[in-house]
Each structure stands twice: as structure tokens, then as C-alpha cells.
């Protein structure tokens, strides 16, 4: 019990964001009141009010996107399915008072509206993610109810043929958020200037391929998805330690570029790397490798003819 009790105190709550901003905008209220009334203000009380307001009506006003994005965090931490099991014990409860074919119609026939809606060109990742949701918590609903026994024979055969939609739905769903999703956030990755920030973005777009796997573990998409971040991301790794190896030649610091070259061909050894472009790469980096060798032999004998003249 005291883990499940941990579990569920960890997920996002929209009764307390909101008492965060209450909170939030008290102690704005109560800070400009006393910075107001230290300096002689006759009314503090108004626009201290006034800040506190605008502070509140902004949290209300962003409080959909926060939750659904804490929501989409919390998911890709814990599971697609963690939270289908929490509701699943509430929806279990509710099925021992006894089954109602009209609610889960009704849940059907959301299901299909948001679907819809969902599929609509331009819809958000959040949108097909939302769906998905739903048909978790229809098909545990649907499940308890089956199990129970208290559903005849004619409503369990409709059950059941509400159930193979919703499984599709759900796929359907599921698959397109953890593409346009992690397409959206490798498109970020893409478009960040410092390497640690590319990589982390990337994780990210790795993290949403990884739950929709642990959901379909055996989905091509999915597996295709992945090995693309993971190739973009050997590609970016390599393409940072070219480039420093290339401004240190540059500087005439050849062995130090030398180092760096190596660290390129380490990350193009990865394994998500494609064939060819190891071999091209490698072949590429090698060569360059050997002319900064032959340069430093050069250099070497240079200074050593010089040291010769001198004696």
C-alpha cells in the first residue's frame, strides 16, 4: 500500500497546480502589499490585487497545457500502461456495483468522436496520445466487466466486438503519436546549437519510440523509428569531433587534432551507423589522419635539419 501510495503521489494533479498558483499569487499579493505600504502607498492593496489577479488568470488560462504536458512526462517515465492499471482498479470498483452497457456506449462512441478529431491533418501528437488514453481505459473497464460474469451473453459478445475496435484505435493512435512525436523532437534536436542539448532532445524522442514499444514490442514502425534517432545521433556525435579535430589542424595543434579525429571514429564505429557510411566516413577520417602524421614527420624533420646546421 505505501507504494502505491508513492506511485500515485508522484502523478501530475490538476487540484494541485492549482493550488500552486493560488499559493503563488498570495505570496506575490503579500509581498507587493508590504513593498507598497514600506513606501508610503495609500492603496497597496489594489495593485498588489491587481498582480496577484493577472498571475492567477494566467495559471487558468495555461493550466491544460501544463497538465498535458506533465501528463506525456509522466507516461514516458513510468509507462504507457502504468496509468491504465490505476484506473483499471477505480474502473473495478465501479464494475462490482454492476455493468452498464449504456456507459460503455457512450465511452464507445467518445472514443470515435475523439478519433476522429484526432486524425484530423495539423492535430497535435498530445491529441492521438489523449485517444490512446481512453481506449486503455476502455479496454480495462471492458475487461473487468467480462470477468466478473455479471454480463450476458448478447452484451458480452457486443463487448467483445467493442474491445477489437478499440484495439485497433489504440494502435492506431499510439503508433502515430510516438512518430510525430519523436519526428518533432528530433526536428528540435536538429535545430540545437550545443551537443549536449541535440543529444538530450534526441533521448527524448528516444524515450516516446521506447514506450510505444513496451506496448507493441514487435512493431517495424517502431523499430525503424529507433534506429533513425540512434543513427542521427552517432551522426551528430561524429560530426562535433570532426569538427573540433578540424579547427585544432587548423591551429597547427595536429596532434591534438589527431586525438580528436579518433573520437570521431570511435562514434562512427557505432553499430547504428549504416555500412556505408562507416566505410566513407572512416575512409575519409583515416586520410586525414595520415596527413597530419606526415605532417608532424615533416615538421620533426625539419627541426631536425636545423638542429644539424646549428652544431
Keep these: 500500500m505505501a507504494r502505491g501510495r508513492t506511485s500515485r503521489s508522484h502523478m501530475p494533479s490538476s487540484t494541485g497546480y492549482l493550488v500552486v498558483a493560488m499559493i503563488a499569487a498570495l505570496v506575490l499579493f503579500a509581498a507587493l502589499w508590504w513593498m507598497l505600504v514600506s513606501g508610503g502607498d495609500e492603496a497597496p492593496w489594489l495593485p498588489a490585487g491587481l498582480a496577484a489577479s493577472v498571475v492567477l488568470l494566467v495559471a487558468l488560462s495555461a493550466r491544460e497545457v501544463v497538465m498535458r504536458r506533465a501528463w506525456t512526462r509522466y507516461l514516458l517515465e513510468h509507462g504507457i500502461e502504468h496509468q491504465s492499471k490505476s484506473r483499471s482498479e477505480s474502473s473495478g470498483r ?5 455493468f452498464s452497457a449504456s456507459v460503455h456506449s457512450a465511452a464507445l462512441r467518445l472514443i470515435q468522436k475523439r478519433s476522429a478529431a484526432a486524425d484530423v491533418p495539423g492535430a497535435s501528437p ?13 479496454l480495462a473497464s471492458t475487461d473487468e466487466a467480462l470477468r466478473s ?18 484495439r485497433t484505435l489504440h494502435k492506431h493512435h499510439l503508433l502515430i503519436w510516438a512518430r510525430d512525436q519523436s519526428l518533432a523532437l528530433t526536428r528540435e534536436a ?4 550545443r551537443l549536449m542539448d541535440k543529444i538530450e532532445t534526441a533521448n527524448r524522442a528516444l524515450e516516446c519510440i521506447d514506450s510505444a514499444l513496451r506496448v507493441y514490442p ?33 591551429k597547427g595543434h595536429h596532434r591534438r587534432a589527431i586525438e580528436r579525429y ?18 566513407a566516413g572512416t575512409a575519409r577520417i583515416e586520410g586525414e589522419i595520415e596527413k597530419l ?19
Excluded at 465501479?94 to 454492476?98: A, I, M, T
Excluded at 460474469?149 to 478499440?166: D, M, P, S, Y
Design 262 to 279: 579518433k573520437d570521431a571514429l570511435f562514434y562512427l564505429n557505432d553499430e547504428n551507423v549504416k555500412a556505408d557510411v562507416r566505410e
Design 126 to 138: 498530445e491529441a492521438h496520445l489523449d485517444v490512446a488514453q481512453l481506449c486503455n481505459d476502455f
Design 94 to 98: 465501479s464494475q462490482k456495483k454492476g
Design 190 to 193: 536538429q535545430q540545437r546549437a
Design 218 to 250: 514487435t512493431e517495424p514502425e517502431l523499430k525503424e523509428s529507433k534506429t533513425v534517432i540512434r543513427e542521427f545521433m552517432a551522426s551528430v556525435k561524429v560530426a562535433h569531433w570532426v569538427e573540433l579535430a578540424e579547427r585544432s589542424a587548423f
Design 293 to 311: 602524421r606526415s605532417s608532424l614527420r615533416s615538421r620533426a624533420s625539419n627541426n631536425g635539419n636545423e638542429s644539424k646546421k646549428e652544431h
Design 149 to 166: 460474469g455479471t454480463v450476458g451473453t448478447e452484451k458480452g459478445i457486443a463487448l467483445r466486438a467493442g474491445q477489437e475496435r478499440v
